[in-house]
Structure formats: C-alpha cells, structure tokens
C-alpha cells in the first residue's frame, strides 16, 4: 500500500532565471538614453569651463597683440609690438619690467628652496614624535588655514618700525639687528622679508606632503640602514632624503608656481616699493591691466601674462630634467 510520502510529487529543482534578452534597438536607446543624462550633468561644468577658461585664454592671447583701455570701442592692432617694448624695445617699460623679473627671479629660487631646507627636516622630526603628533601637526599646519588678507596685515603690523620682530630684538638684546624704518620700509630688507613671509606660508604643505610619505616608506629599509651600521643622519641623507625626491619635484613645482603667479601678498604689503624693491612680474602685470587708469594696457599686460605664462613652462621643465639628472 503506497504511503501519502509515496504519493507527493518529487521536488522540482529550481530552475535559472532566464532574463530576457534586449533586442539591440532597445540596447541603443537604453544606452543613449543614459549617454544624454551623463551630458546634461555634465554640460554646467563644461559650459563654465568655456566661458571663463577657454574664452578667457583665448580672448586673453588675441588682446595681447592688440591696443586697448577697456572702454574703447574697438582694439587697435599692433601685431608683436607690445611683445618687443616687454623684451626691450620700450625705454618706458623695459626697466619696469627687468627689475620685477629679476626681483621675481630671487623669488622663484629663494621660496621653493627655503620652503625644501625647512618642510623635510620638520616632517623628519614630527614623524619621529610619538606623542602629540597630532596637535603638533596642527599647530604648523595653521599658517596655511590662516593664510588670507587678514594675515598679510598682521605680518605689516609685525613688521613695521614699533612691530614685535624689532620689539623682540631689542627685548634679547639685539637691538643694533632693529630696522628703523620698518622690515618692508628698507629696500635691503623688503624683498628677503617677503620671502620669508612667502615660505612661512608654503612650508605647511609641503611639510605635511613630506610627513605623508614618510610615514610610507617601508620600514625594513631604514632597519635595514641602520643594521648595517649607519647613524641618523647618514640613514636620512643616504636612505630617507632619495626616496623623497618625487615629493621634492612636486614641492618645487607648486612653489615656482606660486612664486610666479602670486602677487597678492606683494599687492597688500608693499605695492611694489620702497621704490621698485619688491615689484614682481605678475604684481606688474596686475598695474597695468587695473591700476593705470585709462591708459592703453591692457595689451601689455596680456602680453607679460603670457612671457610669465612660457617662463612657467621653462621653469617647470629645467626642473624636472635637473631633478631626473640628481635622481
């Protein structure tokens, strides 16, 4: 006699979920369908990107070989012209524009190497911490967060004649070291002081780009080093400090960079003066396209963007073959 066990149906296994297959017009319209949503959100950010990068360069670069106040109606076209009174040919400009370059030039070697002697051995110390680490990194990581108008007149309170530098010198009995006149009111003082405002500054990233990669390294190797007998200092300069190198290429660049382009400390803390001594290429470039009143140069201050434009570019890539030859 068969059993109600006996008599239920076997199990069926389940059997694969066959999807449906999409005829191809289907595919095509799904995947145009989702390529028109990736350009709709897409499209603001391109747009912007059009109006205010490539129409600017572009724009910027034909009113660089033209004649133009800003309000005129039509631009007057002197070909290569502002070019040539830039490099030379203008007994108004050449001078003006020589003593920035060469102001510009102590910048761009003065910051970026600075701002290497003092962020590696600072981030070869903070690593070395164990306790505090963090807050010790905060604490020089402020000048960068607090970087900003604010703290560029702080630096020309600190500065000047009765400011705390000459207040401090004086208070560690070295008042003779004290400037009369001010840090930025001597034109022998006012362009190093800028630096070392500019590397005050610069030497947070960096320092925290070194502290980054050192705290990658593979430790095996500095164990390594010192198995075989190396000290501190020979581990750091023969191990640590090759390793570094790409952070250092990186360093530079963003310094030569800044040190280029930036003129706005140079704008709040000096204007250029005393006198020419702190007057800067890009610093020159902003007077003449806004600070010279209705004059006619706006051309050549398109056209000195540019010579700062290709001097970047030289700069940049001196560095990089000078950096591969030391690696």
């Known amino acids: 006699m068969a059993t109600d066990i006996d008599a239920a149906p076997a199990a069926v296994p389940p059997q694969p979920r066959v999807q449906a297959v999409k005829k191809p017009r289907a595919r095509f319209r799904e995947r145009r369908n989702e390529a028109a949503w990736g350009y709709l959100f897409v499209a603001p950010a391109v747009i912007l990107f059009l109006i205010m990068g490539a129409y600017t360069v572009i724009y910027g670069f034909g009113l660089s070989f033209a004649q133009w106040n800003g309000f005129w109606p039509e631009w007057h076209w002197r070909g290569f012209k502002n070019y040539s009174d830039l490099l030379g040919g203008s007994?108004?400009?050449?001078?003006?524009?020589?003593?920035?370059?060469?102001?510009?030039?102590?910048?761009?070697?003065?910051?970026?190497?600075?701002?290497?002697?003092i962020a590696f051995p600072l981030a070869i110390v903070l690593n070395s911490v164990k306790r505090f680490q963090g807050i010790l990194r905060s604490i020089y990581f402020v000048p960068y967060v607090t970087t900003g108008i604010a703290v560029y007149f702080a630096w020309n309170y600190i500065?000047?004649?009765?400011?705390?530098?000459?207040?401090?010198?004086?208070?560690?009995?070295?008042?003779?070291?004290?400037?009369?006149?001010?840090?930025?009111?001597?034109?022998?003082?006012?362009?190093?002081?800028?630096?070392?405002?500019?590397?005050?500054?610069?030497?947070?990233?960096?320092?925290?780009?070194?502290?980054?990669?050192?705290?990658?390294?593979?430790?095996?190797l500095i164990e390594?080093?010192?198995?075989?007998?190396?000290?501190?200092?020979?581990?750091?300069?023969?191990?640590?400090?090759?390793?570094?190198?790409?952070?250092?290429?990186?360093?530079?660049?963003?310094?030569?960079?800044?040190?280029?382009?930036?003129?706005?400390?140079?704008?709040?803390?000096?204007?250029?003066?005393?006198?020419?001594?702190?007057?800067?290429?890009?610093?020159?470039?902003?007077?003449l396209a806004f600070l010279n009143e209705m004059s006619p140069t706006l051309g050549l201050a398109s056209a000195l963007g540019w010579l700062l434009f290709l001097a970047a570019l030289v700069v940049a890539f001196i560095n990089q073959r000078a950096m591969r030859r030391i690696g």
């Open 159 to 220: 500065l000047e004649p009765g400011g705390a530098i000459n207040l401090l010198l004086k208070a560690v009995g070295l008042g003779s070291l004290q400037e009369p006149q001010g840090w930025l009111g001597n034109p022998d003082t006012a362009l190093p002081t800028m630096i070392v405002v500019m590397v005050w500054s610069a030497v947070p990233v960096a320092m925290l780009l070194y502290l980054t990669s050192l705290q990658s390294l593979d430790s095996s």
């Open 224 to 287: 390594a080093a010192q198995i075989d007998g190396a000290g501190w200092l020979r581990t750091t300069t023969s191990v640590i400090w090759p390793l570094m190198k790409p952070i250092t290429v990186v360093v530079i660049l963003l310094n030569v960079r800044d040190s280029l382009q930036g003129f706005q400390s140079f704008l709040i803390m000096t204007n250029g003066g005393p006198g020419d001594s702190t007057s800067v290429l890009g610093l020159e470039t902003y007077r």
């Open 91 to 117: 007994p108004t400009y050449w001078p003006i524009v020589r003593k920035a370059a060469t102001n510009t030039l102590w910048v761009v070697i003065g910051v970026p190497v600075l701002t290497v002697l």
